[in-house]
């Protein structure tokens, strides 16, 4: 076991250091590498495969709610960005600008998207004239660029991969629901296929998309207490629509201005998967995600008989998950530490003993527990297995995201507990003041995460001013 | 029928105007739009579906061959591009630069990735030590940026949807034959899926990709008679590998340089498969690509019962195949010409009569042959329709490429066949030299496309300078 030992030390652990315990595991488990360009990223084979995961899976998601994808180009003109005034403010100063193409100056310079809505809209007002031309629901798989001062792999990159959903609707009430319907989407995928609980709600309206009427989010909760904003849904009313002059002619004949959205989920909920479910031997992956969710090990794989149960075992899996075999002159305990650093939801490992007596072991990598199941039915447990860590990962989650949410009913109780419980969701009331929102950030260092649609009187007074309050709210140490 | 009628005159016949045609179906086929970014488009749902229908199936044949995808940067830094001379040179005239990360100017242009070769070479460097290390076999599926001056859609974009390999091997013979085997990926997917024939060979050294030792590629001939690059794969030697300084320790430890190789092919595929099948009725899809392979017309649809009927035989249908029912209120003659534009493969019409006689009414979109068949059998016979189209797509375009393709034995046959005939394949026999090369298309307009794998002795003299020849080779005109 000498080579399991060395390859575990070189994480650091996460109470030791939770930012160099998270890029260790990034790096170790090659998901990326860094390149020459600062805050740009190689989304290695096993990265981009647990990301190709999370796009098939919601894509079909997507599709199945009447969605249908499109590509926008990457380039946005000056002067197309410039049209809705609250948009260009948020997203100006943070744009990579082309100024240049090949030899030639460009007269209208052309910013890299941060988010298409601009394109959208300028196709929308090309190709929609009437109510029966609504409504459009579409979706593109691209990558945004963001000129972040401060950049981590997946968490806030200057490049990031994401979808970004838009639709425009005859009416705002079809508006709405769209916008709820996709906050549903996501918050489900999350918590059945990322094992990760998340809490649902209205961001704030200092925290709205920059143009946004409203705008929904999920938030989770990491391992170190800090929340992430795993997602967002938008609702823009029809301010896009007349800042870019999009119209429709509805049944009655008259000209009428239509309402639009935006949703979007990026690579960070790779990041979130690591930072909810990870440990200190490496990556816990679910098993839906999972680019590889059984591996199967030999043990003392040169005696007879032994590769070849193995290979029977992994093909007969292999009609039904994803498995690999791991039939390389690595020790036994090597691999044993590899595939757990790199998070494989299931571990059979199969020897002559085992064979001998119809058996396997099998291994569950969130809780390390083992047991010795029949040969006869492996397909079957596996499947258990499977589901087991599925929902092993998430109720530890959601344990440790109930133990770490406190009510707090005044500012002296958000310190107290933050400074006694450390970072985690505090739970509180609000008037609905931008002024308290800004005092509790700037007094605590928690800032509001969302408005739950689950509101809980905890008490009728302002957690900050102790007004009537208006709402239970969220605040985090934010991602 | 006035219905029918209308639509079908608003597209330019192609013996009128071959350019027009192609425009044409573009746009009233509703694959693009085009945007206030010149050369830049909107690919709408319809492209879109036959992209990803592309994209799924070849990307299976990559994973099936031991690629594994990734995600680089879409920016280089210009002092990365600038590593290997040749590659630089040819690049360099046509890269959009982003110069301003927000109001900061950066101190090292970075260019939008015209191609990721110099990216690939930075990662290598960083993650290959051993030869345990090789080979690496890669791919991404993003858009990249040529700052093209005159474009068209799909054809010719400045921005356009590709896939790009990249893999690094030990030996210059493994990277060959990787070439070699891509390219024959390519090949067997046009012929297949795209039911378009292709000719497989290598470029002359004119014409190679910018920094390769040697280029393939596979040429397709259109309607028009033109030729199209469909596909290219590029080995590189070790001249990457040593200006990017990448070495690997060998088994007999010692430090060498590895081999490289790249192949891609573009969203051009899409422009190929309209020109290549496409008539004055609008696109012929392949049933592989196409997004609806069954389109479901009930006739008479007012009349009791033929409703139930189409929405059962195509939830039957649905179950093997990609079907669209159109029960909308247009005509069934606008139905008939939209689906034709829209080039759906198979149309099944059912109507009264058709149900009292337990039959429907198929017709295959690229002959319109109609047949009266069974609803018995009406997913079998589905099935062997769609089979009939690829093969009659196939045959059509094979008839036209051979028909096209005229052996010349010197110049003069050359200038009197392209007078006579008009535009096609020229096959002649070339002595090697680039001399020759620039005279014929200085005096007769046609290009060197490839020197054919497939080499046939037509004469033994050079077509230009009457010399010793060495190879055949075909020319053309080329989009």
Known sequence: MA????????????????????????KKAELIEYTSVKGCMVIRPYGYAIWENIQRILDGK??????????????????LLQKEKDHVKGFAPEVAWVTHGGDEKLEDRLCVRPTSETLFCEHYANIIQSYRDLPKLYNQWVSVVRWEKTTRPFLRSREFLWQEGHTIHATAQEAIEETERMLNVYADFCEESLAMP????????????????????IEALMHDGKALQAGTSHYFGDGFARAFGIQYNSKEN???????????????????VIMAH???????????IAPIQIVVIPIAQHKEGVLEKCREVAEKLGSKYR?????????????????????????IEIGPKDIEAGNCVMVTRHNREKSV??????VELAGEKLKAVRDGLYNKALENMENRTYKCLDMEEIKKTLAEKGDGFIKTMWCGDEACEDKVK????????????EQEQISDKCVCCGKPAKYTLYWGRAY
Not at 65 to 75: L, S
Not at 198 to 217: L, P
Not at 373 to 378: A, N, R, T
């Open 3 to 26: 080579d399991n030992k060395k390859m575990v030390e070189e994480i650091t652990s996460m109470e030791e250091d939770f930012a160099k315990w998270y890029t260790d595991i990034v």
């Open 62 to 79: 997507f599709k199945a709610t009447g969605h249908e994808n499109v590509c926008m180009p990457m380039f946005i003109p000056e002067s």
């Open 198 to 217: 998340v809490v649902k709600g209205r961001k704030t309206d200092s925290d709205k998309f920059a143009g946004a009427e409203a705008t929904y989010a």
């Open 254 to 272: 008259k000209l009428e201005y239509p309402f639009q959205t935006s949703w979007g989920v990026t690579t960070r909920l790779i990041g979130a």
């Open 278 to 288: 990870g440990d200190n031997n490496g990556l816990a992956l679910p098993p839906d």
């Open 323 to 347: 498995v690999k075999l791991d039939d390389s002159d690595n020790s036994a305990g090597w691999k044993f530490s590899e595939y757990e650093m790199k998070g494989i939801p299931l571990r």
């Open 373 to 378: 199941v029949s040969l006869d039915e492996v």
């Open 442 to 453: 700037e007094e605590t260092g928690v800032a509001s995460r969302c408005i739950p649609f």
